[in-house]
């Protein structure tokens, strides 16, 4: 199954729970300086909760911890995240505002 993480984004979709994104390495990473956080762009898929089949081991999306999911008709859609706690020198914040959609959470448009 999915390794351990925070950050990560779960939902029920199409009778099934989905799991996806996060990161590891939160802590070391705010209190150690530059990012040393490992982000994941994974799918995972489980009936019971117990046992997880992984439909992307890297989606198209950016890797990311915290994306927003919501469920539209027959469509699962991620929404936004970050990849860091701090602006970069130039003041761009670490997060996106891009949207994807998959019927299948293999493939991602």
């Known amino acids: 199954g999915w390794t351990s993480r925070a950050g990560l984004s ?3 979709f199409d009778g099934a729970l989905v799991v996806l994104g996060g990161s590891v390495n ?10 040393a956080r490992i982000y994941h762009n994974d799918v995972w898929r489980s009936q019971d909760g117990a046992n997880w089949t992984q439909l992307a081991e890297h989606a198209p999306w950016a ?24 602006a970069d020198v130039d003041g761009v914040l670490p997060y996106f505002n891009d949207v994807w959609r998959t019927r299948d959470g293999a493939r991602w448009e």
Do not use: H
């Open 10 to 12: 779960a939902i029920t």
């Open 26 to 35: 939160d802590d070391a990473a705010i209190l150690a300086g530059p990012s």
């Open 63 to 86: 890797k990311r911890a915290g994306a927003a999911l919501a469920v539209m008709g027959d469509a699962l859609f991620l929404f936004g995240g970050e990849c860091g706690f701090l």
